[in-house]
T-cell receptor, first 114, second 115 residues
């Protein structure tokens, strides 16, 4: 079945540091890939997505490129801010079952210190 | 409504009691999903509704769990004879099922604690 693996946290960075959160996936078809973010006390929000190989999703300074050859969708940001502190979830939807059901990674907590 | 609404936001119940969790999806969204977020298990898919029918119930962890959706809108997740391992945050999401990359919008969840 489908699965998503992402680096375990917590990841602790200083403000303006470079961020990478690794994500790899296993899927039977050609999935769409997503990063969701959960800020403290809030619900899950879509951060960015990519629907086919070599697509780059971007939002709020975050980027991730759909790499089919390495089955990866790593999240990057050049300069993190304290307000980026949150839990980040990588996810996929392969459209083969349950509508647009999402398969999630375990989540990575990011803490950014001033 | 403006977003997906879940109630209650927090629920503490005694072991063995039944609980009902409610989800109001975004108006017009035909697809509705329930997920469970628990320590050590991450985010698990529970059940999916397309309109009022549930084509996929594969994620429900046991027969103590059931869900229904009426009028293509509100959904209720019921857990009977709750156990401590049911303690988790239960998340609801809705989307327009028009393609594989359709965004799912999540509610803030119901935090269930079984004591």
């Amino acid at each position: 079945g489908d699965s998503v693996t992402q680096m375990e946290g917590p990841v602790t960075l200083s403000e303006e540091a470079f961020l990478t959160i690794n994500c790899t996936y296993t899927a039977t078809g050609y999935p769409s890939l997503f990063w969701y973010v959960q800020y403290p006390g809030e619900g899950l929000q879509l951060l960015l997505k990519a629907t086919k190989a070599d697509d780059k999703g971007s939002n709020k300074g975050f980027e991730a490129t759909y790499r089919k050859e390495t089955t990866s969708f790593h999240l990057e940001k050049g300069s993190v801010q304290v307000s980026d502190s949150a839990v980040y979830f990588c996810a996929l939807s392969d459209g083969n079952n349950a509508g647009n059901m999402l398969t999630f990674g375990g989540g990575t907590r990011l803490m950014v210190k001033p | 409504g403006a977003g997906v609404s879940q109630s209650p936001s927090n629920k503490v119940t005694e072991k063995g009691k039944d609980v009902e969790l409610r989800c109001d999806p975004i108006s017009g969204h035909t697809a509705l999903y329930w997920y469970r977020q628990s320590l050590g298990q991450g985010l698990e898919f529970l059940i999916y509704f397309q309109g009022n029918s549930a084509p996929d119930k594969s994620g429900l962890p046991s027969d103590r769990f059931s869900a229904e959706r009426t009028g293509g809108s509100v959904s209720t997740l019921t857990i009977q004879r709750t156990q401590q391992e049911d303690s988790a945050v239960y998340l609801c999401a809705s989307s327009l099922v028009e393609g594989m990359n359709t965004e799912a919008f999540f509610g803030q969840g119901t935090r269930l604690t079984v004591v």
